[in-house]
C-alpha cells in the first residue's frame, strides 16, 4: 500500500502514527509544536480527530451521558464537556496538515459523522482512521469508504461478525486498502489485555495488513507486534505528560517516540527470513568455532592420545566429531604444538 510518497507493508520499516488526540489543550500553537516534535521524533504520520461535542452527544450531563466510573481518567465529566474540551477545532485542521506536509509527515483524521468526511474530503486528506467505538457505524464506515481512500479501522471491542460486517460494507463501498489495527479500548491498557497474538489472526482471517493501536504504556507491546506481524503502530502523542490534557496519562512524549521509530525499525530488520547456517555476515566467525588441535610437539609414529590431541579454539582443524576416531592412530610426521589436526597427518 502507498500513500503519498511513503509505503505501507511487511517489506518496509513499520509505519508509525502519533495520534494527537486532545493533547493540543485548545491552544494552536500547541498543536503545531506536537506536529513540528512529531516529525521530530521521526513519526511517519500525524492524526488528528474530526469532530464537535454536539456530532458526538447529546448535552446531558446525568445517567449515561455523566462518566460516573470512579476508575475512569475522565470521572465526573459529561460527555458532551468532555468533547468540548478535547475536540480539534475545524479551522486548526489546514494548518495543521499544511505543517505536516511542510515536514514531510502524512497528515490524516478520524472523523466521526459524514460531516466530517465532507469536511475532511475538502481539505483532500490522503487516508482516513476509523476509531475502535466506530467500527459498527456502518453508515459511516460506508461513507468513508465511498471516497476510495485508504482505510485504517481500530477493532477495540469488535466480535469477528461485527469485523466482518465493517469490512464488508467497506469492500462493497470501494475500499480498496485496508488496515486493521489490534486495539484494547481501555485509557490506559494493561499488557495482559492487550492479546497481541490477535494480529497475525486478523491478517490471515480478513487477507488485509496489519498493526496495532496501543494505549499501554511504554513501548514493549509495540515492539513485540512487530515480531507478530504488525506493519502500523498508532500511539497517543504529547509534549509533556505532566502538562495535563485529556489524554495525556497514556501518551508518549517525544523521546519516547523517538525510541519507538528507532527500536520498531530494528525489530522489523531483525524479523529477516527463516534461515539456517552461516550468514554472509557470519562467514568470518566460523574460524572461532572449536576444533582439534596438537597440543604437544610429536614425532613421526607418535600415537594420538588425550594428552597430544586438544579440542580447542579456533577452528582449523578437523571437527570435534572425528576426535575419537583420531585416538590411537599414529601421527606420520614429525609435528610441533598448535598445529591443526588434518587428515593428511594420520
Avoid at 500525524?46 to 481518567?73: C, R, V, W
Avoid at 614429525?334 to 588434518?342: A, M, R, V
Wanted: hydrophobic share 40%; with cysteine; glycine share 6%.
Amino acid at each position: 500500500m502507498r500513500i503519498l510518497h511513503q509505503s505501507i507493508g511487511c517489506h518496509y520499516q513499520p509505519f508509525i502514527i502519533a495520534e494527537m488526540s486532545g493533547n493540543h489543550n485548545q491552544s494552536l500553537e500547541r498543536a503545531l509544536q506536537i506536529v513540528e516534535s512529531a516529525a521530530k521524533a521521526g513519526a511517519h504520520a500525524l492524526k488528528i480527530q474530526t469532530y464537535t461535542a454536539d456530532t458526538m452527544t447529546l448535552d446531558i450531563n446525568q445517567g449515561e451521558f455523566h462518566i460516573s466510573d470512579p476508575s475512569s481518567l475522565w470521572a465526573g465529566n459529561s460527555l458532551y464537556n468532555l468533547y468540548q474540551e478535547a475536540y480539534t477545532p475545524w479551522e486548526w485542521h489546514k494548518p495543521i496538515f499544511d505543517r505536516c506536509q511542510e515536514l514531510s509527515m502524512i497528515g490524516f483524521s478520524t472523523p466521526f459523522d459524514e460531516s466530517a468526511v465532507d469536511f475532511l474530503e475538502s481539505l483532500q486528506v490522503p487516508l482516513y482512521k476509523i476509531a475502535s467505538f466506530e467500527n459498527t457505524d456502518l453508515p459511516l464506515i460506508y461513507r468513508v469508504a465511498q471516497t476510495g481512500k485508504p482505510m485504517i479501522i481500530s477493532t477495540g471491542m469488535a466480535t469477528i461478525a461485527e469485523l466482518d460486517e465493517t469490512i464488508r460494507t467497506a469492500r462493497e463501498a470501494g475500499c480498496q486498502d485496508l488496515i486493521l489495527l489490534k486495539c484494547t479500548s481501555t485509557y490506559p491498557a494493561n499488557p495482559e489485555n492487550t492479546n497481541l497474538l490477535t494480529i497475525p489472526h486478523l491478517r490471515d482471517l480478513f487477507n488485509v495488513q496489519v498493526g496495532l493501536s496501543d494505549h499501554t504504556m511504554g513501548i514493549g507491546a509495540a515492539i513485540a507486534s512487530v515480531a507478530l506481524g504488525a506493519t502500523v503502530i498508532e500511539k497517543h502523542f504529547t509534549l509533556n505528560r505532566a502538562d495535563g490534557g485529556v489524554d495525556s496519562a497514556f501518551s508518549m512524549e517525544p523521546e519516547e517516540m523517538r525510541q519507538l521509530v528507532i527500536e520498531s525499525e530494528r525489530a522489523w530488520q531483525a524479523l529477516g527470513k527463516i534461515t539456517y547456517g552461516a550468514t554472509e555476515a557470519e562467514k568470518g566467525s566460523l574460524k572461532f568455532r572449536r576444533s582439534i588441535y596438537i597440543a604437544q610437539d610429536m614425532q613421526v609414529g607418535d600415537i594420538f592420545t588425550s594428552d597430544n590431541l586438544r579440542i580447542v579454539r579456533p577452528g582449523l582443524g578437523l571437527a570435534p566429531k572425528h576426535y575419537n576416531l583420531a585416538l590411537g592412530k599414529q601421527i606420520k610426521q614429525e609435528t610441533k604444538k598448535g598445529t591443526p589436526l588434518q587428515w593428511d597427518l594420520f
